[in-house]
């Protein structure tokens, strides 16, 4: 393969905002509509391909492209194993569904929220590709401007103060993690993730590393107790923007997790097994507590995201082969429901301009369509078994079992909440009888919606049932990933006996 | 003379100078001729400084002054941004009533003192060098003569300026005193203890350009002047001056007392880190714009200082590429600066600002740009001049300095954000004029692209830079 396809992906959505950029607006933005929606279907399209032509059955980094880029320090290095694939194939599905509901929600500034959007398309997928942590600094951190933006034009009331927040928040986190990069080019030599699989980083320096890169991916996690921005960016976002920052890119702090705390530091990722244990379990527990006594509907999803992310930070330490994939799994499935429900959210906002949950009630009665369909993600995030949240949590059960009881246990107790705050929550809002006379006259979904919210709901119940082929994709490189993980771990206590 | 066609740009500008300045006396309503004939006399030492630029190690005038990569570099950094700040400045002064000949006529000595300063290799030659840069600015700072706050700044940086010249001065003659020679060169080899006067002496000279640079504890005189000259000169002092003294910085440091550097290396570390918190931290509080870049700037000057602070050519290279984009983000920012206008009058408070994104979406995305570029986040420039300060850093394991700078460029972040608030989130108020000068235009449009796709191709300022080497 010498056509640089992860490349074309990274770049084809930023061809397209420049398009959209240089554009003449005209009054209906017809033009840049179908372009947006064009390029995001075809990047998509892409990713798919992708996924066909890649070979599964070996652990290695595939479609590596390496250029120089900063001659004589970097290169730009971008290849994908199994664990990134999904990632990008998860990114290139939701963005355009993002676009197809900025289209039909967005009413001003139209043309800059399309630009802003396939800007971050472009970042989230070079961040899943990169092999090179300077590449994956730069299109990590690159992400913060236009969800800033996002955040900020478009929000709601307190718009300013959470993307402050959200930009302050991660700007901090990450800031450790370049002080990580640099040194580890100087430690190592290089800053190339293959290259640093192979000869591995010395041990003295694991411990203060493995936390600088702690410091960014825990703020964007989130983990208790660096989670605050979370609900308030969710809360004050468009919906597109909710959906973006849920689907996506909170799961490059998973990602991050796995490719670079494990891969590079498994020393100390051993060494500090407990502190992500009890951080995960009180995200777990003690964040669901709090969705529990939300009004606002978004900020119960936000905070049952952090719970959810907390379910993911445990499996991935569990450092079993059910544990990552569950951990995967639930990313994935997270995407997806998560995405779903903020759609959802946003459906009836856009109608009532109100996210408080007592203002609703009732509507089985005048949206049946829209209570099928919250239903299934409703259940998809409660882990019923026939969804992929079920996959991902119970496999996370599976590994956390296998390693340490009690931390099942607990994790086990958030499972239960998760179905309270959940299905308290659809039952206010769907069931019960219509208080608010208001509501007597709300539209069901109209077209887009319904396009939108079935594609998310049909890959979230046939992966559920299915899972075959996601396991497939990531079997080998999770199991060589474990493999190297503890080939590293022997020799270091070999060499400390 | 050998060598003489080495400082043929220097013979040219002053020559240049005082015919222009005849014209200008001789002739009636010649200021926009002489304006004018200035670029083109910068742009003529532009050609003759690129030809020059291969040339590597020569002296003239018995090693009282040095071509080198270093100076060639310096001195074609000093020419291009003084060729942009006049060409974007020009409309400014002309509305504000001061487009009169001392003006170009004084830029352009001032440039002369910077190419002196750049080149000197010599105590004295330096001390003429800066002497000359700093009278044209003195005059130049209180340009708008009506004006209060102008007259004041003008003061206030002569006032204060000649106390730090004064104690330059003074460095230099116990440096002299302790060494027995002017000459760079002279002094490393004359030197070869520790001596407590010669210390002294570095201090003070240390002090004096610190001031000029503005940087923490010498930077008083900054948001001042910076709000109190006309805008045309603001962006000359962000600019011009830091580059000249940062090259002297660059040659003071690491020619005659390279083996002194534990003697000085942590007053650099302590004026870098202060000036980077300091300037983060004050700006804060700013609403006036000018002096907003007078805080973001004394913080910039922290992290060029932090890649002097290591002592590796690393950390030079780094300063050096460091000053290069500083220079860009400057230029687009009072660039957008020169574009809030209405009715005449020019408008540099940040509540200005608000709404620009929906009466002028292109120039509200420039100054998002020069922002989140001067606030350092990938991919833009500013991030990649940070990136290789912290790489030299790190590698001398100055850790603490790398944190702190990071975690400074965290808070600097806010005041950054808080003008991209203004101007994206805010509710909109009138327009501004449209009708802009070409050169204006330019200016913006030049340095914009380049910050925004500098990260392309991050190599050819790296390779060119990478020639310079001094240690």
Redesign the interface.
């Known amino acids: 393969m010498n056509f640089p396809i992860l490349s074309s992906l990274i770049l084809l959505p930023l061809i397209g905002s420049v398009f959209i950029f240089f554009n003449k607006s005209s009054e209906k933005n017809r033009a840049i509509k179908y372009v947006s929606i064009f390029i995001t279907f075809s990047n998509f399209l892409l990713s798919l391909y992708l996924w066909y032509i890649f070979d599964k059955s070996i652990s290695d980094f595939q479609f590596i492209e390496d250029r120089?880029?900063?001659?004589g320090?970097i290169n730009y290095k971008v290849g994908i194993d199994g664990i990134s694939i999904l990632f990008v194939v998860l990114t290139a599905f939701i963005t355009p569904l993002c676009v197809i509901s900025v289209i039909s929600t967005i009413k001003y500034r139209l043309k800059?929220f399309l630009i802003a959007i396939l800007i971050m398309e472009s970042l989230m997928i070079g961040v899943f590709c990169s092999l090179d942590l300077?590449v994956f600094?730069?299109f990590f951190?690159?992400g913060?401007?236009p969800m800033?933006?996002i955040i900020?034009?478009w929000g709601g009331e307190r718009?300013?103060y959470s993307?402050?927040k959200f930009?302050?928040y991660t700007?901090?986190g990450s800031?450790?993690m370049?002080?990580a990069i640099?040194?580890i080019?100087?430690i190592a030599g290089t800053t190339d993730v293959q290259e640093l699989y192979k000869i591995g980083i010395d041990q003295k320096y694991q411990n203060l590393l493995w936390l600088a890169f702690f410091s960014s991916f825990a703020v964007k996690t989130p983990m208790w107790p660096v989670h605050t921005w979370l609900p308030d960016a969710h809360v004050e976002a468009p919906t597109a923007g909710s959906v973006l920052l849920a689907a996506i890119l909170l799961k490059m702090a998973g990602y991050g997790f796995i490719r670079f705390s494990i891969g590079l530091f498994p020393v100390a990722s051993e060494y500090f097994v407990p502190l992500v244990y009890v951080l995960s379990i009180i995200a777990i527990i003690y964040t669901s507590l709090v969705a529990l006594m939300q009004d606002d509907m978004k900020k119960l999803i936000a905070y049952s995201s952090v719970a959810h992310m907390g379910f993911v930070t445990l499996g991935i330490f569990t450092m079993t082969q059910q544990g990552i994939e569950g951990s995967i799994i639930q990313m994935i499935s997270h995407g997806l429901i998560s995405a779903a429900l903020f759609l959802c959210v946003g459906v009836i906002y856009d109608r009532r301009h109100t996210r408080q949950i007592k203002d609703y009630g009732g509507l089985v009665s005048v949206m049946p369509k829209y209570a099928i369909l919250f239903m299934i993600f409703t259940l998809g995030a409660v882990g019923l078994p026939g969804t992929t949240g079920f996959v991902g949590e119970f496999l996370i059960l599976l590994g956390a079992f296998k390693k340490s009881f009690i931390v099942a246990i607990f994790a086990s107790i958030g499972v239960i909440l998760s179905a309270a705050y959940m299905l308290w929550l659809y039952r206010r809002v769907v069931f019960g009888k219509i208080v608010n006379a208001d509501l007597k006259n709300i539209v069901d979904l109209n077209k887009s919606e319904k396009i939108i919210l079935w594609t998310l709901a049909i890959p979230s119940i046939f992966y559920g049932f299915y899972p075959e082929p996601i396991f497939n994709t990531i079997d080998v490189s999770i199991n060589s990933l474990i493999q190297t993980y503890n080939a590293n771990l022997d020799i270091y206590f070999a060499g400390k006996n | 003379m050998e060598n003489i066609n080495l400082i043929t740009s220097e013979i040219f500008i002053s020559l240049s100078l005082m015919s222009l300045l005849i014209l200008g006396v001789f002739k009636n309503n010649s200021s926009s001729i002489v304006y004018n004939l200035s670029i083109f006399t910068l742009f003529l030492s532009l050609l003759i400084n690129l030809n020059l630029f291969s040339f590597n190690n020569f002296y003239l005038f018995n090693g009282a002054y040095k071509v080198d990569h270093l100076s060639n570099f310096m001195k074609v950094l000093v020419i291009v941004s003084g060729i942009f700040v006049m060409l974007s400045s020009s409309k400014y002064l002309k509305i504000n009533k001061i487009f009169k000949i001392e003006y170009p006529i004084l830029l352009l000595s001032s440039i002369l003192g910077m190419f002196i300063m750049i080149s000197s290799n010599d105590l004295m030659v330096f001390y003429l060098g800066l002497e000359l840069q700093s009278l044209a600015l003195y005059v130049l700072a209180s340009f708008k003569r009506n004006d209060q706050l102008s007259s004041e700044s003008g003061l206030k940086y002569f006032v204060l300026s000649a106390l730090s010249s004064g104690l330059l001065l003074y460095g230099c003659s116990l440096i002299y005193g302790f060494s027995g020679s002017t000459n760079f060169d002279q002094i490393s080899n004359n030197i070869n203890e520790v001596q407590y006067g010669l210390t002294l002496g570095i201090v003070f000279i240390l002090v004096g350009l610190a001031f000029k640079i503005s940087a923490v504890p010498f930077h008083m005189w900054a948001p001042d002047v910076y709000q109190g000259s006309p805008t045309s000169v603001t962006i000359f002092f962000a600019i011009l001056p830091k580059i000249a003294a940062l090259s002297v910085f660059i040659r003071f440091l690491y020619v005659p007392f390279i083996n002194l550097i534990d003697q000085w290396q942590t007053i650099i570390i302590f004026v870098s880190i202060a000036s980077m918190v300091f300037g983060a931290v004050a700006a804060i509080g700013q609403r006036n714009l000018k002096r907003l870049m007078a805080y973001s700037s004394i913080s910039h000057m922290g992290f060029a200082l932090a890649g002097l602070a290591v002592g590796t050519n690393e950390g030079i290279q780094s300063s050096i590429i460091y000053i290069s984009i500083y220079l860009l983000m400057n230029l687009a920012f009072f660039s957008c600066l020169f574009m809030l206008k209405r009715n005449d009058i020019y408008y540099e408070d940040l509540s200005d600002l608000s709404g620009l994104s929906k009466n002028h979406p292109i120039l509200a995305l420039c100054l998002l740009i020069s922002l989140f570029s001067l606030a350092g986040i990938p991919p833009l420039a500013g991030f990649f001049a940070k990136f290789y300060i912290f790489l030299a850093v790190i590698k001398e394991e100055m850790y603490f300095l790398a944190i702190v700078g990071l975690l400074s460029t965290v808070v600097a972040a806010f005041y950054y954000l808080r003008v991209i608030k203004t101007i994206y989130f805010d509710s909109q108020t009138e327009k501004f004029d449209i009708n802009h000068d070409i050169g204006l235009k330019i200016s913006l449009l030049v340095s914009t692209v380049i910050i925004l796709i500098y990260f392309i191709y991050p190599s050819p300022l790296q390779a060119l830079i990478s020639k310079i080497v001094i240690l």
């Open positions: 120089e880029w900063i001659s320090l800059d300077v600094y730069l951190e690159g913060l401007i800033f933006l900020g034009i718009r300013v993307a402050f930009f302050l700007l901090l800031v450790l370049l002080v640099i040194s080019y100087w």
